[in-house]
């Protein structure tokens, strides 16, 4: 995993694990207020440093497959809220993620800009920044790691679930918070949530 910090100033502290091929730039409008902001992103590898969380009251908030990286990388971290969007912990899983039929056909028949498209749907126009160059590798390491067996390693305060996601099914999503006993949030926007608002603070208030 990869790990950037935007702002590191404070104590109260945005831990944001981006979905597959995503890369910081991505939430570049979001404002952050009184938050820092560190970002984990592209699962090629899954290493994770865990001292940069030492001191810090952290707000967790993970996207798409960075709801299944956060809960590996995660397990035992003391978190002060932690909100998935469009993901389970699970990963690829046929009932409570994505199916790995579909996973597999991603790979075999990839294509980026189709990737795209779903991801965003009308809101592709807004797109203005990069993705990782190595987007094959990433989602192959994805499938190599995720099709494993996993358990939920994490308090998931609420659930942030697109009535339009068609990487992760809703259906999915809803049964993973029904599981565990998260709040369920139900918006009308793509895969990608974040050109729906303005800053962190509207997602980590629940």
Partial sequence: MKIEFVKNSGKKLILLFLGYSFLPSCIK????????????????????????????????????????????????????????????????????????????????????????????????????????????????SLYLNSSKPVQNNVKWDKFIISKKDFVFPPKAVQKVAGELGSKCEIINAPHFVFFGYKSFGEIVEI
Avoid at 129 to 140: G, R, S, T, V
């Fill in 29 to 140: 409008h979001l404002e952050l207020t009184e938050y820092d902001l560190c970002v984990v992103y592209d699962y090629s590898s899954l290493e994770f440093d865990r001292q940069i969380l030492e001191g810090k009251e952290i707000y967790l908030v993970a996207w798409s497959m960075g709801v299944w990286a956060a809960n590996l990388a995660l397990a035992g971290v003391k978190l002060k809220q932690a909100i998935a969007i469009n993901g389970t912990p699970f990963g690829i899983d046929d009932e409570r993620g994505i199916p790995k039929i579909a996973f597999k056909k991603s790979i075999d028949e990839f294509d980026f800009d189709e990737f795209k498209k779903i991801c965003f749907l009308k809101e592709l126009a807004k797109v203005d920044f990069d993705f990782n160059q190595n987007a094959k590798f990433e989602l192959e």
